[in-house]
C-alpha cells in the first residue's frame, strides 16, 4: 500500500432530546466535504505527523498533545497486546474542522486516524474494538467518554448508545429529506468546560420529560412521523445551561423558528447551532438570517447539511 486518504465527516451531537446518546454525521448539499482527513503513507523513520489545513494553526504545538499522535500511541499500544507491530509510517492531518466548534472537530481526526491506521495494517481490529479506542480517545479531551460524535462520524446516520448487548450504538431509521443548516460562530467554547457547568443532579419532573421526549422521539423515527420526531427534539438536560455560551442565542433561535425552522438547538457542546429546515428555500433563508445574526468573526461559517449516511471513508 504506497499511500491512504481517509476522509471523515462532520457531526452533530444530542440532537437537543439525546444528550450524549445520540448523533448524527451531516454532508454540505453542495459536495463539499466538511471534515478533516487524514493520510497515512510508508516512511523510512518509525512515524512522522504533519498538520496542514485552514485550522492546522489552531492544534497544540505540543506533539504528545495532538490527538492524532494520541491516537496512533494508542493503536500501536494496543496492535503490540495482540502480538502485531506497527510499521513506520507517516501521518499528514489535513485539520479542516475548527477546534471547539460543536462539529465534532476531535472526533473527526480520531476517527480519520484510527481507520487510516487500521487499514494501513490490513484491519486487525474490529468496527466495535476499533470504535471503543475512539471514544477512549474522546474521552481525554472532553472529560468523560462520550460515543455521540465518534459514533457517526465513523459509521455514518443517526446512531443511537445502546452501549449493550456488545455493541457501542445502532443506527436509528431517519429523516433524509431534511435539511441542516449549521452556523458556526467562529469562537470557540471547549466541550470540557460546558460540561463542566452542567447540573450535578436534575429534578423528577425533567427526568420524566426527558425520557418521554427521547422515547417518542425514536418511535417518532422508527414510524417516520416527522412532526412528531421534531416537536421531541427538547433539551432538558444542557441547553437551558449552555445557552449563556453562546452569542444573543435564544433571540437568534426565535428567530428561526419565526421563519419557519422545524427544530433548532446547540449542535453538540456548541457554539455551532442547527436549525432544521424541510425544503431548501428555507434553509436559505434560515441560513442568510444566521449568516447575519449569529456570525462573530471571519472563522465563521454556514452550510446548508443533509444526513451522511456514509460516514468515514476513503478518498483520492
Ligand atoms: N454530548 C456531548 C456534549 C457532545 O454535549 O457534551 C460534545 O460534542
Redesign the pocket.
Known sequence: MTSLRIYAPATS??LSVG??SLGVAISPVDGSLLGDVVQIESSSVPFELENVGAFARKLPKDLHKNIVYQAYVLFSERLKLRGGEIKHLRLTLEKNMPIGS?L?SSACSIVAALVALNQFHDNPFTEMELLAMMGELEGRI?GSI?Y??VAPCYLGGLQMMTESQGNICQTLPFFDDWYWVLAYPGIKVS?SE??SILPKNYSRQDMIAQARHLGSFVHACHTQQAQLAVSMMKDFI?EPYRENLLPNFSAVRQGCKDLGAMAVGIS??GPTMFAIAPDLALAQKISAFLEKEYLQNSDGFIHICKVDNQGVRKIN
Do not use: I, P
Request: charge should be negative.
Open positions: 451531537a444530542n444528550f450524549d460543536g465534532g472532553s462520550h455521540d460524535n466541550t460546558a460540561r444542557a453538540g457542546s
